[in-house]
């Protein structure tokens, strides 16, 4: 029961993971602008995203435009999109891999043995795919708090952390959690069979107790002792 648990959790966990993947992938907001010193213009907000930039008018037009070539991204974000296209499709596999490794599927047959490595190799890939997550959003997050206290950028240049930074480091952190409980669940299930094939049944306990009770034949018995 402790174990269909654990399933459940590490099942939804992998699955809200893999959903804040992607929409940590899709979303603009990477880079936001930052209102410092002169740069108090509130009613015009910069998103800077993998795909696309966008304008937010005073929270009513919002214009957005996909950039034209990948050289057109700074280095990190480069990296940040191939990344995180990366980490998509391994949350994805992740997921259905774990789908197949529940003890309530039943078109990988009922070998529980086969099921828990299955749940093994779904949480060693989601607690990748959120180290491969955690990489490009710190590597965002540093530059920009770089380049913000650099007094060599101008002012209009300089960026605040977006809502997808903080939204890629919980999607990280639920990810790496996710896979743990899918590694718990292996481990407990190793240790409940070694613990089960160690301890001798009663019926064999009992048997081998009037084994060693048995008493003597009647023949044996009967037997007069020879004389020497």
């Known amino acids: 029961m402790a174990t269909h648990a654990l399933e459940i959790a590490g099942l939804f966990l992998g699955g809200v993971g893999m959903v804040g993947t992607v929409a940590v992938t899709v979303m603009p907001q990477w880079r936001v602008s930052a209102f410092i010193e002169n740069n108090i213009v509130v009613f015009e907000n910069f998103w800077e995203g993998l795909w696309m930039n966008c304008v937010r008018q005073a929270n009513i037009r919002m214009q957005c435009k996909i950039y034209d070539s990948l050289l057109a991204l700074s280095p990190d974000l480069q990296a940040a999109r191939g990344l995180m296209c990366?980490?998509?499709?391994?949350?994805?596999?992740?997921?259905?891999?774990a789908i197949l490794g529940m003890k309530c599927t039943r078109c990988t047959g009922d070998n529980e043995k086969v099921k828990a490595h299955i749940l093994l190799?779904?949480?060693?890939?989601?607690?990748?795919?959120?180290?491969?997550?955690?990489?490009?959003?710190?590597?965002?997050?540093?530059?920009?708090?770089?380049?913000?206290?650099?007094?060599?950028?101008?002012?209009?240049?300089?960026?605040?952390?977006?809502?997808?930074?903080?939204?890629?480091?919980?999607?990280?952190?639920?990810?790496?959690?996710?896979?743990?409980?899918?590694?718990?669940?292996?481990?407990?299930?190793?240790?409940?069979?070694?613990?089960?094939?160690?301890?001798?049944?009663?019926?064999?306990?009992?048997?081998?107790?009037?084994?060693?009770?048995?008493?003597?034949?009647?023949?044996?018995?009967?037997?007069?002792?020879?004389?020497?």
């Open 86 to 97: 990366a980490a998509s499709v391994m949350s994805f596999l992740a997921f259905m891999m």
């Open 121 to 228: 190799t779904a949480g060693i890939i989601f607690i990748i795919t959120g180290m491969v997550v955690l990489i490009p959003v710190s590597w965002v997050a540093n530059a920009i708090i770089r380049d913000f206290y650099n007094p060599i950028v101008n002012v209009a240049q300089k960026r605040e952390l977006g809502e997808a930074l903080y939204l890629g480091w919980t999607t990280a952190l639920v990810l790496i959690v996710g896979g743990a409980l899918f590694c718990c669940i292996f481990c407990c299930n190793g240790k409940s069979s070694s613990y089960r094939y160690s301890i001798p049944s009663h019926r064999t306990t009992q048997r081998s107790y009037h084994m060693e009770k048995k008493p003597p034949s009647v023949y044996s018995r009967s037997q007069p002792p020879s004389s020497s």
